[in-house]
């Protein structure tokens, strides 16, 4: 495994994370889910990234479960807030309130008296952010966050964030966007931003879903038991999933074959080459996923290869900075204007 810092801090995460959203208390039985992040481990994983609203809060406890026994400082655990996870209007959001009961029913959930970063999982309109920030402060001076990050922000709200938590002494270290050879949304605005206030990207949907591991063929049903094919996940996949997409990802294979690499190795090694990304997070419902996703750790593509990626993938890449918010967040952001 190689690790990086993450952000202008001093802690290092392993290149490959490992994350449960849609697999841990929800597609994947617990034995399943525990052997993946035993796998995880074996394999020199040391970051574990989840969220209270995985699995309506299922999922931290089976990550909690999992790594029960394991030696808490080799581990960084990530989690994240935002999104409901209760019937109440103070269940949501990025309150004060908010904030602090979510904190202590992660870590009472997770096993652990700590978090390693804890990550607003969306930006709030509705609450003002140096409200927003104050809390997440006092929970770093409580001990039970160690270091601060965000997910899906625009570049603008998070150098206001930045700026803030400056203010108030603590670090702001790191940015969870979507981000694969596919969706590049966060090249032109968020990367830079995060660069000059000194975060790094911990990125999701590296495989764009699944799609860029080549198995969902132009013209054919998905897969059965693939992500595209379970009720309630499909949505998340089916932009990428036209056949014009599918047909320039096919166009993939030989320059995977060509270094040796699987397709998901090579869509893994591509993110990395990015230098303000410190890490990409795999998802797995069995441990030899885990197995051939970490071999991409370290691997060193050169820029002849960066030009035949985007010669195959063309004009289906995704650049859009206004893209950054999800169709979800965007209908969020209308109901709170």
Same mark, same amino acid.
């Given at each position: 495994?190689?690790?990086?810092?993450?952000?202008?801090?001093?802690?290092?995460?392993?290149?490959?994370?490992?994350?449960?959203?849609?697999?841990?208390?929800?597609?994947?039985?617990?034995?399943?889910?525990?052997?993946?992040?035993?796998?995880?481990?074996?394999?020199?994983?040391?970051?574990?990234?989840?969220?209270?609203?995985?699995?309506?809060?299922?999922?931290?406890?089976?990550?909690?479960?999992?790594?029960?026994?394991?030696?808490?400082?080799?581990?960084?655990?990530?989690?994240?807030?935002?999104?409901?996870?209760?019937?109440?209007?103070?269940?949501?959001?990025?309150?004060?309130?908010?904030?602090?009961?979510?904190?202590?029913?992660?870590?009472?959930?997770?096993?652990?008296?700590?978090?390693?970063?804890?990550?607003?999982?969306?930006?709030?309109?509705?609450?003002?952010?140096?409200?927003?920030?104050?809390?997440?402060?006092?929970?770093?001076?409580?001990?039970?966050?160690?270091?601060?990050?965000?997910?899906?922000?625009?570049?603008?709200?998070?150098?206001?964030?930045?700026?803030?938590?400056?203010?108030?002494?603590?670090?702001?270290?790191?940015?969870?966007? @979507?981000?694969?050879?596919?969706?590049?949304?966060?090249?032109?605005?968020?990367?830079?931003?995060?660069?000059?206030?000194?975060?790094?990207?911990?990125?999701?949907?590296?495989?764009?879903?699944?799609?860029?591991?080549?198995?969902?063929?132009?013209?054919?049903?998905?897969?059965?038991?693939?992500?595209?094919?379970?009720?309630?996940?499909?949505?998340?996949?089916?932009?990428?999933?036209?056949?014009?997409?599918?047909?320039?990802?096919? @166009?993939?294979?030989?320059?995977?074959?060509?270094?040796?690499?699987?397709?998901?190795?090579?869509?893994?090694?591509?993110?990395?080459?990015?230098?303000?990304?410190?890490?990409?997070?795999?998802?797995?419902?069995?441990?030899?996923?885990?197995?051939?996703?970490?071999?991409?750790?370290?691997?060193?593509?050169?820029?002849?290869?960066?030009?035949?990626?985007?010669?195959?993938?063309?004009?289906?890449?995704?650049?859009?900075?206004?893209?950054?918010?999800?169709?979800?967040?965007?209908?969020?952001?209308?109901?709170?204007?």
């Amino acid at each position: 495994m190689e690790f990086r810092r993450l952000g202008r801090s001093g802690l290092n995460v392993s290149q490959i994370a490992f994350g449960n959203w849609l697999t841990h208390g929800s597609q994947v039985e617990e034995d399943a889910a525990v052997a993946c992040v035993h796998a995880a481990l074996d394999v020199g994983i040391t970051t574990f990234d989840t969220a209270d609203v995985y699995a309506a809060t299922a999922a931290e406890s089976v990550l909690g479960r999992a790594l029960a026994g394991q030696r808490r400082e080799g581990l960084e655990i990530a989690t994240k807030l935002y999104w409901p996870t209760g019937p109440g209007p103070n269940d949501r959001g990025l309150s004060r309130k908010h904030i602090i009961e979510s904190c202590h029913a992660s870590l009472r959930r997770l096993g652990t008296d700590y978090v390693d970063l804890y990550q607003a999982h969306r930006y709030d309109p509705t609450v003002p952010l140096e409200e927003t920030m104050t809390a997440f402060a006092d929970l770093v001076r409580q001990g039970k966050v160690l270091y601060l990050g965000v997910s899906e922000w625009r570049a603008d709200q998070i150098a206001a964030a930045a700026a803030l938590a400056r203010d108030l002494g603590v670090q702001l270290i790191s940015n969870q966007p @979507q981000y694969s050879m596919l969706w590049r949304v966060i090249e032109d605005e968020v990367v830079p931003t995060c660069e000059a206030e000194g975060l790094s990207q911990i990125v999701w949907s590296p495989l764009a879903q699944g799609v860029l591991t080549g198995k969902y063929l132009p013209g054919e049903q998905p897969p059965d038991g693939s992500r595209a094919s379970h009720s309630g996940v499909g949505f998340q996949v089916e932009g990428f999933l036209a056949d014009d997409v599918l047909t320039r990802v096919q @166009q993939l294979r030989p320059i995977a074959d060509d270094l040796g690499l699987t397709m998901a190795q090579l869509a893994l090694a591509w993110v990395l080459q990015n230098p303000n990304v410190a890490a990409a997070i795999i998802g797995a419902s069995r441990p030899e996923q885990v197995h051939d996703n970490v071999k991409a750790a370290g691997v060193q593509l050169g820029a002849e290869i960066m030009v035949r990626v985007d010669e195959a993938l063309g004009d289906v890449v995704e650049r859009d900075p206004e893209k950054v918010f999800l169709p979800a967040d965007r209908a969020a952001r209308s109901t709170a204007a």
